[in-house]
């Protein structure tokens, strides 16, 4: 009654109303994450550990609300109290189903990542505490905006959030070298694209009639004639940008480096939380080119698509270092995501985010577990890891069911996620069955490196850490993290529950892209 | 006519600037050519009555981002680039890759019919007399709003960043850095601790050869 | 205009009439192509620009001798002219003879380069700042912001003057001028931004105008006298004077970046150097005291018919913008004044900070400070306390309250600096 009350009076006055006609309610999740990022950034002047360590606890508050704020959006698509698609802001944000749904992925995927990184901060730079989840939630700022951009000037402020928080936390270990190098490698990298991507965006502002929005561009495509080769023109830079991002080859140069470099927890968010940010970006900026330059842009993609392939798999082959290696797999990832990409409708597009939300378990999983290998083995490199299954099963037990699920193998989430895109893939207007061949070619490469693992993990024989392992038994004073193992068994429940109830994520998914394509654009089929 | 004069004018400075950014013999003159070729990129805003982001482009570019550039160059020393720049191969690369670069923008403008976007003469005069601000300050406070605050996040992040990645970490409390003069020219040296703390080799670090024995010491002493 | 008005033939009493003259030549202004009208301006100005701010530096060279030495109970110069009055045109003239010395080892170009460029921004300050309703060099709706442009430019000046002496002194000095005109111009633009905001406009005839109705409605005392006091220091800081002369601290720096600075060259950056205080000062005056107008609002000549009458007098209706317009530059210039001579006054009673100290306070007082102010001010605005607006007494409430929740923000933000940094050092100790 009372909050009736005094929510009815501030509605009325003009910030109220403003909010009110602004749909500011759907950015609930943003306006908590920037709230929390303020009070981790305040935490991080106090003098004491002690104190500092407490923004590891306000991170996590924060994104938990940020994650129940979105599903309470999401159940208002269902209880149909109030029309759910919105735009924000004047246009500059797009409320629908596919915004709330990649929300969701992206803010599981930072909880866990929250989880992956606390004893590593603690441990490794305790002074800075609080400054690191400062800048990571920043980042995480970016991507939440990015996955409902709907105006290129917005899209473009979320990117370079996303970016420049990235680009420091990748050195974020400044007494290392490697980090350093890093952070380097990945802001000159990450300037130049994003400089590229601005071309093809002013190229497409003018192929929109001097709008910035996303919203009239397929309208302005329709009419505007004889734009076939500046719209593949743009389509080219914006694709040279979107692939930096989400480390597609021949624009993956900086990945294996980075990813080698910087702190774990980071190289789990570049290639979980910016891939997938990314990837929704894409998704708008693209779809409404799927009637117009359809030819072009999925020739351009299903390019990008082969070569990271391609790539990725063939240079993971060779690789001694778990991160590197997972740093090529991602690559290889980024491949097989493009071919869904390519086909440009609706299922496939559907069927890339149901693989994006696996993929974001799989892969968080996956680095988890290196993390964990760190901690027993002080080491990245994969010899280390021989023999590892006598002295810790049930680690090696989890890692294996990761691998396989990047792989691609039945029961877990990576098969379903891969077989539901290959088919809608096959299934489009413009299925193009060399791509799909090369992508199962590649699939079955990538069994190699993945399995080589398991196969080191099992059945080598034990290295000189695993011995000191074995022969330290249970008197080990080593404890692991509780946050990691916690992070490590959530992935394991979604990558193989996404693996058996795989169909609702799915048809989750598919919804979004038709309300995604409803609101944008009829050129989808 | 005077404002096509104008155009030429600061043209072909801005361009003979930018080729004194790449062709000058030291960092420092590159620099200031830099600082050349904004001050003309501010005057084209000028002639296109963005006065506004005429005096931004002054007050950012052409005097708060070079002189962070100038600190850096002085502070590290201003190196002759000449025989840096020699590698034939490395010129036909870079010269061929910015002529494409150049081709692909002029060609894109050039495509573009630009007159589908008619400024009104009513517009142009009121820019004349009250000047671009009040119509950047609507749109950034009403449809810009988000983006606008969104950049004020991604600021303080870098701000944050900036901070945290040249904070020095050391314990000890001798001085991290000290200066010496060599060859009349100002010259930072920084200590071990920090060297190692910035993340240097510390093999780089060239240490005089300690005088072996008592007697090459007298002798030098002597000397 | 009308092209058949210049054949008719004047009768004898118009050819009698001085107007009559000043209306044809007036006429014929306008008859001109664009380009000539714009490009005689332009000269004009700036051979106007270039006297007033020679004279205006000269003035104040003699004037801050005598200050000074009347606050240490001197005599000050009192050899050449009456009372030393031509002191500093002996100096000049000696300045402009004196040899001009290059070493070696300076790199020649950007030595002659750098006290042109510290100087043509200010002199270009002149045509904007407004003497009186007319005497505006360009009357621009972005003044304030092209003001600061303007000012901030003269920063590359000294540094290149630092680099190019090749002289550690030198070099000191001038990053230490570089550091400080970037930290203060902060305080500086969010001390105005209170202004704009109550006035609507960054144009400073529309500023002083909004003024015009005497001490009651003048900003610096009646609405945002905060603000004045920020933009005064921050502006004293900009001009690098005493407190804040640390880029030419004598005691510790020679000269600072002037060091190997001698002849002509030495004069330019002296000059200057004054000519920017001449500058600041008006501008504070404009911003925050009435520019142009008088205590009591408007003009003496409009408001009791003082034009009116002289003009009747002596019969020549064309001196009435004379009058009107030589008040307000007397109005102008006399409040110009008493802020150089506060400035004077305070190089004869502050002693120079250290260098840390200049920063601290810099960024740990005045930007926290204006950027409370500013929130205020916004809040006043918001809530729309038109009694502010209009100069009402009442805001002395607001004055009040500015000063509580300055001091004790800012103290209690201060405080809490101090502990963290005690904190640390105490960490530091101990470890």
């Known amino acids: 009654m009372m909050l009736e009350a005094i929510s009815y009076t501030l509605i009325q006055t003009s910030f109220g109303q403003f909010i009110y006609n602004q749909n500011l309610a759907f950015l609930a999740p943003e306006l908590v994450i920037s709230l929390t990022l303020l009070m981790t950034f305040a935490l991080s002047l106090a003098k004491t550990q002690v104190d500092q360590a407490k923004s590891w606890g306000i991170a996590l508050l924060g994104s938990v609300v940020a994650l129940v704020s979105i599903v309470m959006h999401y159940q208002l698509f269902y209880t149909g109290q109030a029309s759910a698609s919105q735009s924000v802001m004047f246009g500059m944000f797009e409320a629908d189903l596919l915004s709330v749904v990649a929300r969701f992925i992206l803010t599981l995927g930072f909880i866990l990542i929250l989880h992956l990184s606390k004893r590593y901060v603690e441990t490794r730079l305790p002074s800075q505490t609080g400054e690191f989840y400062t800048l990571l939630l920043t980042a995480f700022l970016g991507a939440l905006l990015l996955c409902g951009a709907n105006d290129m000037i917005m899209a473009f402020v979320a990117l370079e959030t996303l970016g420049i928080s990235s680009y420091i936390l990748t050195g974020y270990l400044r007494n290392n070298l490697k980090s350093t190098e890093a952070s380097l490698k990945y802001l000159v990298y990450g300037g130049c694209s994003s400089a590229v991507l601005l071309f093809g965006l002013a190229l497409i502002y003018g192929l929109a009639g001097g709008s910035t929005s996303f919203a009239v561009l397929p309208q302005a495509l329709s009419q505007a004639s004889d734009l076939g080769a500046w719209a593949s023109l743009a389509i080219v830079m914006i694709l040279a940008g979107i692939g930096f991002k989400v480390s597609a080859a021949p624009f993956h140069t900086w990945t294996p480096d980075v990813y080698e470099g910087s702190p774990t927890p980071i190289t789990a968010f570049l290639s979980v939380i910016s891939k997938l940010a990314a990837f929704v970006f894409a998704i708008r900026l693209l779809t409404p080119f799927a009637g117009v330059g359809n030819e072009n842009v999925a020739l351009l993609i299903g390019l990008l698509a082969v070569f990271s392939m391609i790539v990725g798999n063939v240079a993971a082959l060779k690789q001694t270092n778990i991160k590197r290696l997972l740093g090529y797999s991602t690559i290889a990832h980024a491949g097989y995501m493009l071919v869904g990409l390519a086909a440009l409708t609706q299922n496939s597009l559907g069927a890339l985010l149901f693989y994006l939300a696996t993929y974001v378990f799989m892969n968080t999983g996956a680095f988890a577990s290196a993390m964990i290998g760190d901690e027993l083995l002080a080491s990245e490199d994969i010899s280390a890891y021989s023999g590892l299954i006598k002295a810790k099963p049930w680690f090696v037990f989890a890692f294996s069911i990761f691998l396989l699920g990047l792989a691609g193998i039945p029961i877990t989430a990576g098969f379903f996620a891969k077989f539901f895109l290959f088919q809608s893939v096959v299934l489009s207007d413009l299925g193009n069955l060399g791509v799909i061949i090369i992508a199962l070619l590649a699939s079955t490469v990538s069994l190699y490196y993945y399995l080589n693992i398991i196969k080191v993990m099992v059945i080598g024989e034990p290295s000189e850490q695993v011995q000191r392992l074995i022969g330290e038994g249970k008197d080990s004073t080593w404890n692991l993290s509780k946050t990691l193992t916690l992070a490590t068994v959530i992935c394991l429940i979604f990558t193989l529950g996404l693996g058996i109830f795989g169909q609702n994520g799915l048809l989750i998914s598919e919804s979004a892209m038709s309300d995604h394509g409803a609101t944008v654009t009829q050129n989808l089929r | ?223 | 205009m009308n092209a058949t008005a210049s054949f008719e033939i004047p009768t004898l009493a118009q050819l009698l009439d001085p107007s009559f003259h000043l209306m044809k030549a007036i006429e014929l202004w306008h008859q001109l192509p664009d380009i000539v009208p714009i490009f005689l301006t332009g000269v004009v100005l700036f051979g106007m620009v270039a006297v007033m701010g020679q004279a205006a530096a000269v003035v104040m060279v003699l004037m801050e001798r005598k200050v000074l030495s009347w606050f240490t109970q001197r005599k000050g110069p009192n050899r050449v002219g009456p009372g030393g009055m031509f002191q500093t045109i002996a100096d000049g003239v000696k300045l402009l003879t004196k040899e001009d010395i290059m070493t070696p080892v300076m790199d020649k170009f950007l030595f002659t380069l750098a006290p042109a460029i510290f100087l043509f921004p200010v002199f270009a300050l002149y045509a904007i700042v407004p003497f009186s309703e007319s005497l505006i060099g360009v009357s621009l709706p972005l003044g304030l912001l092209v003001l600061f442009a303007l000012s901030s430019i003269s920063v590359i000046g000294l540094v290149l003057a630092g680099w190019a002496s090749n002289n550690k002194y030198s070099l000191l000095g001038g990053m230490r001028s570089a550091a400080q005109a970037i930290s203060y111009e902060v305080p500086l633009i969010l001390s105005v931004i209170g202004v704009v905001l109550f006035t609507g406009s960054g144009n400073l005839k529309t500023i002083i105008e909004a003024q015009s109705g005497g001490v009651l409605h003048w900003y610096g005392i009646m609405l945002t006298p905060l603000s004045f006091l920020l933009f005064y220091v921050a502006s004293i800081a900009e001009v690098n004077r005493v407190p804040f002369d640390l880029p030419e601290a004598e005691s510790e720096l020679v000269s600072g970046y002037n060091t190997e600075y001698s002849g002509m060259k030495f004069a330019t950056f002296f000059l200057a150097e004054y000519a920017g205080l001449f500058v600041l000062s008006a501008l504070t005056v404009a911003l925050f005291f009435g520019g142009y107008t008088s205590p009591f609002g408007g003009t003496f000549m409009q408001n009791y018919g003082v034009a009116d009458a002289i003009v009747q007098a002596v019969k020549l209706p064309a001196i009435k913008p004379l009058l009107v317009n030589g008040e307000q530059i007397f109005w102008m210039l006399s409040k110009t004044y008493i802020f150089i001579y506060i400035a004077m006054l305070l190089r004869g009673t502050l002693p120079r900070l250290k260098p840390d100290q200049l920063m601290g306070f810099c960024w740990k007082f005045l930007i926290p400070l204006s950027l409370i102010n500013l929130f205020m001010l916004g809040f006043a605005k918001q809530f729309s306390l038109s009694f502010l607006a209009d100069g009402f007494a009442g805001s002395w409430v607001y004055l009040a309250l500015a000063a509580l929740v300055g001091i004790g923000g800012v103290g209690g933000f201060c405080h809490f600096i101090d502990r963290q940094f005690k904190a640390q050092v105490a960490a530091r100790y101990h470890a």
């Open chain 2, 1 to 223: 006519m005077f404002e096509s004069t104008l155009f030429w004018i600061f043209a072909t400075v801005a361009i003979g600037a930018a080729l004194g950014v790449v062709l000058a013999p030291s960092v420092l003159y590159s620099a200031l050519s830099l600082i050349v070729v904004f001050f003309s990129i501010a005057a084209f805003f000028l002639l296109n009555n963005a006065d506004f982001l005429a005096t931004a482009q002054v007050l950012v570019y052409g005097v708060g981002l070079t002189i962070v550039m100038l600190f850096g160059i002085m502070f590290t020393g201003d190196t002759p680039l000449k025989e840096k720049a020699g590698k034939l191969g490395r010129l036909l690369i870079a010269s061929i890759s910015s002529v494409a670069l150049f081709a692909l923008i002029f060609t894109s403008v050039l495509g573009f019919n630009i007159k589908q976007f008619p400024a009104s003469a009513q517009w142009i005069r009121e820019l004349h007399e009250q000047g671009s601000t009040l119509a950047i300050g609507q749109l950034l406070f009403s449809k810009y709003v988000l983006p606008f605050e969104v950049a004020s996040i991604l600021l303080l992040g870098a701000m944050i960043g900036a901070i945290l990645l040249s904070k020095k970490t050391f314990t000890s409390q001798e001085p991290g850095l000290t200066f010496s003069i060599q060859e009349g020219r100002l010259k930072p040296t920084l200590s071990a601790e920090w060297r190692k703390d910035v993340g240097f080799v510390d093999a780089e670090v060239a240490t005089e050869e300690a005088p072996s024995s008592t007697e090459e010491l007298k002798k030098e002493c002597s000397l």
